[in-house]
């Protein structure tokens, strides 16, 4: 798991990130992203969220926070904003910080998101670990919550579409 936390602009849809220590894949944030979430520690088959999964689906696209992700509906139309990342420049390339909201009315989670891409495969994924609270303390024991997407096509959802 590539793990270097830094940020990329918004206004620079193609960014770049090391897959290994030898090749670049370029990766562009931008587009829809389908994966599921689980806590942190307990495996992509760990089923906790009953019979519906814990899948989520998101379009990310570019807003004035950097990056907002609009969720993706059962019925496959667009609902509201709930992921917000910021590009974090002090940590390097492809990794941000930002917030994550699960159900409206709940306590938002506090995210550092990064992606990977395998230089043999292209497979690129998008990494969330976060937690509830003001601010993501990665030394702590656990996270509530760690999130793994797949890039899965175009976004089709925006800004003006999103739901509140």
Not at 10 to 16: G, P
Not at 23 to 51: E, F, H, I, N, T
Not at 139 to 163: M, Q, V, W, Y
């Amino acid at each position: 798991m590539a793990s270097g936390f830094g940020g990329s602009a918004a206004a620079d849809e193609a960014v770049a990130t090391k897959a290994g220590e030898s090749a670049v894949v370029p990766v562009s944030l931008a587009g829809r992203w389908v994966g599921r979430y689980y806590g942190y520690g307990r495996g992509k088959d760990a089923q906790d969220c009953g019979a519906d999964g814990c899948g989520l689906t998101y379009d990310i696209v570019a807003c004035k926070e950097g990056w907002c992700g609009i969720t993706i509906k059962d019925d496959k139309s667009c609902g509201a904003v709930a992921v917000h990342l910021a590009a974090d420049a002090k940590e390097g390339d492809a990794a941000f910080k930002g917030k994550l909201e699960l159900a409206k009315g709940a306590a938002p989670y506090t995210v550092e998101a990064w992606y990977s891409a395998d230089a043999e495969t292209k497979a690129v994924q998008l990494h969330l670990l976060g937690d509830t609270g003001p601010e993501l303390m990665l030394f702590r024991r656990s996270f509530p919550l760690e999130a793994t997407f797949e890039r899965a096509g175009d976004a089709t959802c925006n800004i003006d579409k999103a739901t509140s």
